[in-house]
T-cell receptor, first 113, second 109 residues
């Protein structure tokens, strides 16, 4: 089955620790995205990558970092510099065509204690 | 800039109709509509591209007026399964989307 996987579903960390969220896709999509969602709010773009070894900052990149060493993988690191990291994180990917439909993973709920 | 969705929330009875609007201050190349159930990932509904087209999927349809930089999502004869939060995502010249803050739709029996 083709799709996007994110792990873990729930993640707890102590304040001041860096944490890396996993995102893997087997849809052969070139573009991948990371979004943050806070309760009752929309999706805000953190980082996106159009192609391997290249990525751009989104609207709220401060305190986050990413890498794109493989087409299938786009991990997100939430660093200690992120002041309010507790949120629901969604990874998505899209095909290279004109339509750019985005497929979302199941999300990771990060709680920083 | 984030597109503006209205209304923020709507409550319906099963079988009633609803309209959700999405407007942007920027020129739009495309409008995407997604539905998200609580605690789950957003699910794609439809995409509208430049050209003022209208699309439909079962009893859910949408229109896109690029001159007004607006899109509307129409839900007719709503079902319980339509409950969730609806997001519009607007696409500019680049490939990334900017999402609205969502419209929470509740369908009651």
């Amino acid at each position: 089955d083709g799709g996007i996987t994110q792990s873990p579903k729930y993640l707890f960390r102590k304040e001041g620790q860096n944490v890396t969220l996993s995102c893997e896709q087997n849809l052969n999509h070139d573009a991948m995205y990371w979004y943050r969602q806070d309760p009752g709010q929309g999706l805000r773009l953190i980082y996106y990558s159009q192609i391997v070894n290249d990525f751009q900052k989104g609207d709220i990149a401060e305190g986050y970092s990413v890498s794109r060493e493989k087409k299938e993988s786009f991990p997100l690191t939430v660093t200690s510099a992120q002041k309010n990291p507790t949120a629901f994180y969604l990874c998505a990917s899209s095909d290279p065509g004109l339509v750019n439909e985005q497929f979302f993973g199941p999300g990771t709920r990060l709680t920083v204690l | 800039q984030q597109p503006v969705q209205s209304p923020q929330a709507v409550i319906l009875r099963e079988g009633e109709d609803a309209v959700i609007n999405c407007s942007s201050s920027k020129a739009l190349y495309s409008v995407h509509w997604y539905r998200q159930k609580h605690g789950e990932a957003p699910v794609f509904l439809m995409i509208l591209l430049k050209g003022g087209e209208q699309k439909g999927h079962d009893k859910i349809s949408a229109s896109f007026n690029e001159k007004k930089q607006q899109s509307s999502l129409y839900l007719t004869a709503s079902q319980l399964s339509y409950s969730g939060t609806y997001f519009c995502g607007t696409g500019g010249s680049a490939r990334q989307l900017t999402f609205g803050s969502g419209t929470q739709l509740t369908v009651l029996p």
